[in-house]
């Protein structure tokens, strides 16, 4: 690396396969008013990096174009006006881009302190997953200490953070997974009734248990409409992904007699301004969750930069539990 310049990672065209993505000598990147530059020990990778990768999830404007929302290091450097931090301040951080790299710049008001008695790998994993969740189901399906949440994807990063944090807010939680492996996985990371979905209607099991108050859904088609069929009335689904399809058929009679709620919602095109909302709000709730050990984030394997591809396929292939973290 030379003086100015640091490694990163980058996809070879600008967007395909696995195999594309490569270690390329990139500029320095210098934060500018109200930001920090971070020097990255540990990222996060997610699937939305998947989909950037593959053409299909642009960066919001003025975000780097290269891969990474979510890295844990020490502030390397503090732009005007981002009076919170010093140089040497252990942070975690969501981004925008540009996490799969030695340096990285965030907005100030997007980092965090580790939580204490948190390494850099642990922490890199919390950003983009607490985030979604916080959003999604604490705040978008006001899910409330008794209730019950059914989580699609238990073992996935976002599962295994939907998990614990519903676990922390004494909610029931059911999760369902593909296969009879993972679904004992994600027994184990907490969820108190884990359902195989890859055999026997989960759905039904799931009316059996006294059925769901609130869904996160992240595989779409029909787990999506069978979902509908599995909430309580006044319950709510949250779509965050669409894994199985983009399409669903929906049972309007029941949305409306049941008083039911559908919505959805991405993270990464949100405001800067609501982006600093939820991390103020995640660092009252859910920081002293984490730091007393009632949220503990798995970390499936760890890789080194240049083998982001490998990263990738292990998310592709789906056999990961818990988050995987890329190392400079």
Not at 15 to 26: I, K, P, V
């Amino acid at each position: 690396m030379g003086e100015r310049t640091m490694r990163a990672v980058a996809v070879r065209g600008g967007r395909g396969t696995a195999d594309d993505l490569h270690l390329a000598e990139l500029p320095l990147p210098t934060p500018g008013p109200g930001q920090i530059l971070i020097r990255v020990a540990a990222a996060g990778v997610n699937r939305p990096d998947l989909l950037q990768r593959a053409g299909l999830y642009p960066p919001p404007p003025g975000a780097p174009e290269t891969l990474g929302l979510e890295v844990a290091g020490e502030v390397a450097a503090v732009g005007e006006g981002a009076a919170r931090w010093r140089e040497g301040d252990r942070v975690t951080a969501l981004l925008g881009g540009g996490g799969y790299a030695e340096y990285a710049v965030a907005d100030a008001r997007h980092a965090l302190p580790v939580p204490d008695g948190l390494d850099a790998v642990r922490a890199a994993g919390l950003p983009e997953t607490v985030f979604t969740v916080w959003a999604n189901v604490f705040e978008a399906a006001r899910l409330e200490p008794g209730e019950t949440l059914l989580v699609h994807g238990a073992t996935s990063g976002i599962g295994a953070t939907a998990i614990a944090m519903a676990g922390a807010h004494d909610a029931r939680v059911i999760g369902t997974s593909r296969g009879a492996d993972k679904a004992r996985q994600a027994e184990a990371l907490g969820a108190d009734l884990s359902l195989d979905s890859s055999t026997g209607d989960w759905a039904q099991a799931v009316r059996d248990s006294g059925g769901a108050d609130v869904i996160l859904d992240m595989v779409g088609g029909a787990f999506t409409a069978e979902g509908i069929g599995c909430l309580k009335p006044g319950g709510r689904l949250v779509l965050i992904a669409f894994q199985a399809g983009a399409s669903a058929e929906l049972d309007l009679r029941r949305i409306m007699t049941h008083r039911l709620t559908v919505t959805g919602s991405t993270l990464r095109p949100r405001h800067a301004d609501e982006k600093a909302r939820l991390a103020a709000e995640i660092e009252r709730v859910v920081w002293p969750w984490i730091a007393s050990g009632r949220v503990r984030i798995p970390v499936w394997t760890t890789l080194p930069l240049e083998r982001a591809g490998d990263a990738h396929r292990l998310l592709e292939e789906g056999r990961h539990v818990g988050k995987v973290v890329l190392v400079p």
